[in-house]
């Protein structure tokens, strides 16, 4: 299971931190995959962590602002959002496959003023 959290009604500018839980699987064993979707859009994967901690950002836009993160001892999995806007408005999901096939339900970030 992949439980996201963290999201919510921020202002342009504000800071976020989702996390994500997980259970079910060996953590640890898995490179894991930040995805979001905004409203009437597809769903874009925005990063990846390997098991190791390297990240890949595939979104431009993300980066400079965003930072994944991961403790396999608590099986958890972070995302840091700095700087937010509203074009960040969207559903963010976490998943061990970079396709989102297996993601949970989410976590709603709006970012308005």
């Known amino acids: 299971q992949l439980q996201a959290s963290g999201g919510g009604l921020v202002q342009p500018g504000d800071s976020l931190t989702l996390s994500c839980q997980t259970s079910g699987f060996t953590f640890s064993t898995y490179w894991m995959y930040w995805l979001r979707q905004a409203p009437g859009q597809g769903l874009e994967t925005i990063s990846r962590?390997?098991?190791?901690?390297?990240?890949?950002y595939f979104q431009d836009s993300v980066k400079g602002r965003f930072t994944v993160s991961r403790d396999n001892a608590k099986r958890t999995l972070y995302l840091h959002m700095n700087n937010l806007k509203p074009e960040d408005t969207a559903r963010y999901y976490c998943?061990?496959?970079?396709?989102?096939?297996?993601r949970g339900r989410g976590t709603l970030v709006t970012v308005s003023s």
């Open positions: 962590i390997t098991t190791d901690g390297e990240v890949t």
């Open positions: 998943a061990p496959d970079k396709t989102g096939a297996t």
